[in-house]
């Protein structure tokens, strides 16, 4: 019945007849009768044109110059709505349906106009995230501004204010495409071990004395985004500060996918395979930088201990690595949901912090100096 139309198709209708639509292809547009049509028009007042007005609303209709026509057919192939298709040239959707109809184009129905291409939406929020507006994000696609917003909604992405939206930081996102550079396989092993990866946003918390690493990260990636403060309440109640960077970017999130990273990775996080045999020092200097330790031991201190905890597979991944350079019996041990390897006493620390640090270009300054500490001039 009329009364149970939505309002935005009401709407709709009423553009398209006072946009020169007969009610039969009004109608016919939103899948409802002729009847329903006069309803709605009735309803909200809009008068009835007579014959003779029906005849030059037709006529202009039909005189569409043929690269109009090419164009709103494409924009509407390509996904956009036919009020979209057509409004860029200042036409009603309903002209944009009889382009189609005229061209032996068949239209979609409602429920399919009212959704969109799943790499359409991926695209829009990528563009976004990258710094275009929603506006400009929508419009590669042929869609407006709202639909761009709306698009954002759904994915649950929050928009940017207005001095956000003039603020735009670059980023190298082709920068994990191929793990082809020092650098790049030291941050994938780092954020394997301590990054957080969103759906659309890759973030790393470190404590504030640590904040030069981010500084770094930033660095490799070339932007500029900030460094944000926040602080952290533990489970017991102490607050600690915390630096912070988050950096949003679909096409980063998507090539850390492919490398293993994933949301909720803690415990299904595997060695990336995709690390070149010449590069995995790096990888796993990053990851020791992450979730690794080096500290004294012993009542006088004079030992030491280098230990990495994790999941399963990544504690299993370290001990064969450095077992390819340091001949040790160190085991991996369980401890309740995670995993630790250790190695105890001066010698087998050493020569474990030296495959790490040896040469190390890229590091955690805080661990470097007690690799430094513990091995003296033999980095």
């Avoid at 494409?74 to 200042?90: R, S, V």
């Avoid at 630790?340 to 270009?361: C, D, E, H, K, S």
Wanted: aromatic letters at 10%.
């Amino acid at each position: 019945m009329p009364s149970r139309i939505p309002r935005e198709i009401e709407d709709a209708m009423i553009a398209a007849y006072l946009g020169g639509a007969t009610q039969e292809e009004v109608a016919a547009a939103f899948g409802y009768s002729r009847g329903t049509c006069i309803n709605v028009l009735q309803r909200r007042g809009v008068k009835a044109r007579n014959p003779s007005e029906t005849l030059r609303a037709l006529a202009q209709a039909r005189s569409i110059p043929k690269e109009h026509e090419d164009a709103m057919i494409a924009a509407y192939l390509a996904g956009a709505t036919a009020k979209e298709a057509a409004a860029q040239f200042g036409y009603s959707d309903v002209s944009c349906f009889n382009v189609l109809r005229r061209r032996g184009i068949a239209s979609r129905s409602i429920s399919e106009a009212r959704s969109m291409a799943r790499e359409h939406e991926d695209a829009i929020v990528e563009a976004y995230l990258a710094g275009a507006s929603a506006g400009r994000a929508a419009a590669q696609f042929g869609y407006n501004h709202v639909t761009g917003l709306n698009v954002l909604k759904r994915r649950g992405i929050k928009t940017r204010s207005l001095s956000e939206a003039q603020r735009r930081y670059a980023v190298d996102e082709n920068f994990f495409d191929y793990i082809d550079m020092p650098d790049k396989a030291y941050w994938l092993g780092f954020l394997t071990a301590d990054g957080l990866i969103g759906d659309y946003f890759v973030r790393i918390n470190l404590q504030v004395r640590d904040v030069d690493h981010l500084h770094k990260f930033t660095a490799s990636l070339r932007s500029e985004q900030p460094v944000t403060f926040r602080d952290n309440v533990s489970s017991n109640g102490v607050v600690t500060k915390q630096s912070v960077i988050i950096i949003n970017s679909l096409r980063l999130v998507r090539a850390l996918n492919r490398l293993g990273l994933t949301p909720n990775k803690t415990f299904t996080v595997r060695p990336c395979e995709a690390v070149p045999e010449e590069l995995l020092t790096d990888y796993w200097r990053g990851v020791f930088d992450g979730d690794g330790s080096i500290s004294r031991s012993g009542l006088l201190g004079v030992n030491w201990q280098v230990s990495l905890v994790g999941n399963r597979f990544m504690v299993e991944g370290f001990r064969e690595f450095i077992a390819r350079f340091v001949n040790s019996n160190a085991n991996v041990r369980s401890l309740k949901s995670i995993f630790r390897v250790g190695y105890f006493g001066r010698a087998v620390p050493r020569a474990v912090t030296q495959v790490l640090y040896g040469n190390a270009m890229i590091f955690l300054d805080r661990k470097y100096a007690l690799a430094r500490e513990l091995c003296g001039n033999h980095l």
